[in-house]
């Protein structure tokens, strides 16, 4: 059996969990996610025990044995993003670099001869704090992710001057400047 896939996802009082055959909902304080489980798997809600149960149809396939460990942990995700939100932090660094969000877009200015506009998606919260600042928040932490990467690929930290959009913990090699020496 699945290590993870047989834990129990443990829902708190504030959260309410409907299951509808393979769908499952859940809804909290910071907004509602469904998903819809595959048919190898069967996901239980126990509201005595406020907890979580997903089990395989009896499948031993190879599929089934992933797709359980998978979908349980889809599940506490969703269960964890609806009570607390995901956070992701992103940083800017270089000369005249900047960012600021504007009506449904977040702007950056990042060297290039224009500023480049990322529209944010709907169910996500983006700030910044500072301007080389950013700070994405959401239910959702596929969706987080996924933007964040999306901003740092604007413009990649280079490993020269470390200059571009990183991840807060993010740690960049650096390489030495190349040197000239006189051949003579």
Request: hydrophobic share 35%; net charge positive; proline share 7%.
């Amino acid at each position: 059996m699945s290590r993870v896939g047989k834990q129990p996802v443990s829902v708190p009082e504030n959260v309410k969990v409907t299951v509808q055959g393979q769908t499952i909902l859940v809804e909290g304080p910071k907004g509602q996610m469904s998903l819809t489980v595959r048919p190898e798997l069967e996901v239980v809600f126990e509201p005595q025990k406020r907890q979580i149960v997903v089990t395989r149809k009896g499948n031993e396939t190879r599929q089934a044995k992933a797709l359980h460990g998978l979908h349980r942990s889809l599940i506490a995700n969703m269960v964890e993003g609806i009570t607390h939100q995901f956070l992701k932090r992103l940083t800017i660094t270089g000369s005249g670099y900047g960012a600021r969000v504007e009506t449904g877009a977040l702007v950056l200015d990042v060297g290039f001869c224009h500023p480049v506009k990322a529209p944010i998606p709907t169910g996500l919260f983006v700030t910044t704090p500072t301007p080389r600042l950013i700070e994405i928040r959401g239910a959702d932490k596929q969706q987080v992710g996924q933007f964040a990467a999306g901003v740092r690929s604007i413009r990649p930290p280079e490993p020269y001057n470390a200059k571009g959009i990183k991840y807060e913990d993010e740690v960049i090699r650096r390489k030495a400047a190349k040197t000239f020496v006189s051949g003579g």
